[in-house]
C-alpha cells in the first residue's frame, strides 16, 4: 500500500513522550514504532517530543500473535 494511500489518526505529542512510548499506548506493542517513524519523517531524529508536536499515526491492523509462541512471548 502507498504511503498516500493509507490512514493516519493525529496525534499531539506531549512533554516526554517517545516513539516507542507512543507505539506501546497505541498499538499496545513498542516494535511498531518504526511504523511510526515513516510516518514522521520530519521527527525520525527526535529522541524525547518537547510536547506539541503533531504527528500522523497510521492505522494499522492488529497484529495476531500465534498460538504457537509461548504465553510469557504474548
Not at 2 to 12: G, L, M
Not at 18 to 31: G, K, S
Not at 40 to 47: G, H, R
Not at 49 to 69: A, C, H, M, N, Q
Request: aromatic share 10%; hydrophobic share 40%; net charge negative.
Amino acid at each position: 500500500m502507498s504511503d498516500a494511500a493509507k490512514e493516519y489518526f493525529r496525534y499531539i505529542c506531549v512533554a516526554g513522550d517517545t516513539f516507542d512510548l507512543i507505539a506501546l499506548h497505541t498499538y499496545n506493542e513498542e516494535t511498531m514504532s518504526s511504523e511510526i517513524i515513516q510516518a514522521n519523517p520530519k521527527y525520525s531524529d527526535m529522541l524525547i517530543f518537547e510536547g506539541g508536536e503533531v504527528i500522523r499515526l497510521p492505522v494499522i491492523d492488529p497484529i495476531k500473535t500465534p498460538d504457537s509462541v509461548p504465553p510469557w512471548r504474548r
